[in-house]
């Protein structure tokens, strides 16, 4: 079974969408939020979310770059292996 880990960064980017859901209601029903507020509101959250899945490409990649030396490594003894006999 996975765990996830809720990080600083996923608190903050629920927090801002509940406050953007805040924001729109209230711009809907009491006119009390601006425009301004509810855009700069959406591209923080969206600015939020490039940033979190930047970070888990870049962790994506890491792990294939990894992977790959690990396989290249594990076929280099098994050659040596071969060659020895």
């Not at 927090?15 to 301004?36: D, E, K, M, N, Q």
């Not at 770059?65 to 594990?74: L, M, R, T, Y």
Request: hydrophobic fraction near 50%.
């Amino acid at each position: 079974m996975n765990k996830k880990n809720f990080g600083l960064l996923d608190i903050v980017l629920i927090l801002l969408f509940l406050l953007l859901v805040y924001l729109i209601l209230t711009r809907v029903f009491g006119h009390s939020a601006t425009p301004i507020e509810i855009t700069l509101t959406v591209f923080t959250v969206l600015g939020g979310l490039l940033y979190k899945l930047n970070r888990e490409v870049g962790e994506i990649k890491i792990g294939v770059s990894n992977g790959f030396q690990n396989v290249a490594k594990d076929m280099n003894e098994i050659k040596n292996k071969i060659r020895n006999r």
